[in-house]
């Protein structure tokens, strides 16, 4: 009877050994916001090799480990960035992201702090590897990112363009590397930054009165709703305007001009979405506009394959 006792709790041991184990696992990749990673990853690749890259085969940029070792990298210090954030962000986290917070209580904020020292020395050990300026890019990079977890997420207005702007920094280096200085490169690049500058502010609507508890002061609790509508909806109408300049003056065909033309509509929605104020649409605002982000890729994706076949 004791020995079927004792297996018994040695089963139920183990059991919860493994989901405690796991939960870790998942708080550690929530705290580094992996997925956020993966995506940017994704879209690092198609942008490299469908816009930046004119000239390389598909061969060619294959065995060009010195674009995958920037690339790797940049993920690196995405997730080296995610990890300093959260850990700055922990109070807040705590009531506007309570299931994902509970995850990541599983792991001592030390370890993040270790992992995240990890990351950014790997990051730019290989950076270093590659060449002196690729390590002070990163180097740049890495201190912008721990600067705005730090101070500049708490100031208004450059909250919101220093994130936007670190966002786009790793995509401005492979323009850079590429030399590929385009007018159509150009407009794309503040097609890109306008939308997701309007994304987010629209986030912060959702969290303005924790943002303001906290001490963070952002667009949605430093001005009346109705002046934060008129910021976005303003942000929305250059935004389309942008889409229009490209369609009409680059040559743009194929998937990315069906996508900058249904960008307008899309435009459209969101601008009658937050018309009429509520929370519900401020969410769906959100979820649209981010998901445009990710159509973007995809139409990129799909338009370079039909203009290498």
């Known amino acids: 009877m004791n020995s079927e006792k004792e297996t018994f709790q040695s089963k139920n041991y183990v059991s919860k050994s493994i989901f405690y184990r796991f939960s870790q696992f998942v ?79 599983f792991i001592k904020q030390k370890y993040f702090l270790y992992a995240y020292l990890a990351l950014s020395v790997i990051s730019l050990g290989v950076a270093w590897m590659i060449s002196h300026r690729v390590f002070v890019f990163f180097l740049v990079y890495q ?46 690049a503040v097609f890109l930054f306008l939308i997701l500058l309007c994304i ?17 002061t952002t667009i949605p609790n430093y001005f009346k709703n109705r002046t934060t509508r008129i910021i976005i909806i303003s942000l929305l109408l250059i935004t389309m305007a942008v889409s229009v300049k490209i369609i009409l003056k680059t040559g743009i065909s194929g998937f990315m001009a069906y996508y900058f033309a249904g960008g ?7 601008i009658y979405l937050l ?33 290498k076949l």
């Open 27 to 105: 708080g550690f990749l929530l705290g580094a916001r992996f997925f956020v990673a993966i995506l940017l990853t994704f879209a690092l690749y198609v942008s490299t090799f469908f816009l930046f890259n004119q000239d390389e085969t598909f061969r060619k940029f294959v065995f060009d480990f010195k674009v995958h070792g920037i690339i790797f990298c940049t993920v690196l210090t995405i997730l080296a960035g995610g990890i300093i954030n959260q850990f700055y962000d922990l109070e807040k986290d705590h009531i506007v992201k309570p299931f994902r917070t509970r995850i990541q209580s």
């Open 143 to 188: 201190f912008f990112m721990w600067l705005y977890s730090h101070k500049l997420s708490r100031i208004l207005i450059l909250n919101n363009l220093t994130f936007v702007s670190l966002t786009l920094y790793p995509f401005f280096g492979m323009m850079v590397y590429y030399e590929t200085f385009s007018w159509k490169v150009l407009l794309m």
């Open 200 to 216: 987010d502010i629209v986030k912060d609507m959702l969290t303005k009165s924790v943002d303001r508890t906290f001490g963070y």
């Open 264 to 270: 307008l509509f899309v435009m459209i929605l969101c």
């Open 275 to 307: 018309l009429n104020f509520s929370r519900r649409r401020i969410f769906l605002t959100l979820n649209i506009l981010r998901f445009w982000v990710f159509a973007g890729i995809i139409a990129m994706l799909l338009n370079g394959i039909e203009g």
